[in-house]
């Protein structure tokens, strides 16, 4: 094998070593994205379940016959 076809082996190495990268940066951009979404979304249901929650009897209201 010549210098040539060394260098060309290289290249080819190389190059595909780039494309490998770029997918995994598209794939870490995109989990990026889905766990800042999942964050909101828990934020969200975290609030949800505090102002729907039993509160202590000390908070509630008593019901109208009392």
Known sequence: MDFQDRLMDIELALTEQQRMLDELNEVIILQGKQIDALKKE??????????ESVKPLSEETPPPHY
């Open 42 to 51: 828990n934020v969200f249901l975290k609030n949800l379940i505090e102002r």
